[in-house]
């Protein structure tokens, strides 16, 4: 059984930090391509940043500079490391695990995180 487990998430003022968790099980780690996206409410869910099996990265225009998306294979987990935070970065954030081959794209339940002005 495949299961995506975000954590991290909370309250932070404005120009804080936080690092959000993603630990998966049941696949193997190594060769997804793992992503974070995130739901403000009343918008369509969006990509944050992305990172390959081979470590390769790419971030929303949004957070490029001020977020960091990194992972850890041998404990099969993804992070993304926020700073610089805004009001308009709350929302649910997702983990994304997507292969082609096997051809798959699993979803955690996401956390959520607010920024208060």
């Known amino acids: 059984q495949v299961q995506l487990v975000e954590s991290g998430g909370g309250l932070v003022q404005a120009g804080g930090s936080l690092r959000l968790s993603c630990a998966a099980s049941?696949?193997?780690?190594?060769?997804?391509?793992m992503g974070w996206y995130r739901q403000a409410p009343g918008k369509q869910r969006e990509l944050v940043a992305l990172?390959?099996?081979?470590?390769?990265?790419n971030y929303a225009d949004s957070v490029r500079g001020r977020f960091t998306i990194s992972r850890d294979n041998a404990k099969s987990t993804v992070y993304l490391q926020m700073s610089s935070l805004k009001p308009e970065d709350t929302a649910v954030y997702y983990c994304?695990?997507?292969?082609?081959?096997?051809?798959?794209?699993?979803w955690g339940k996401g956390t959520l995180v607010t920024v208060s002005s």
């Open positions: 994304n695990a997507f292969s082609t081959l096997p051809t798959a794209d699993y």
């Open positions: 990172i390959t099996s081979g470590g390769v990265t």
């Open positions: 049941g696949i193997i780690f190594s060769i997804y391509r």
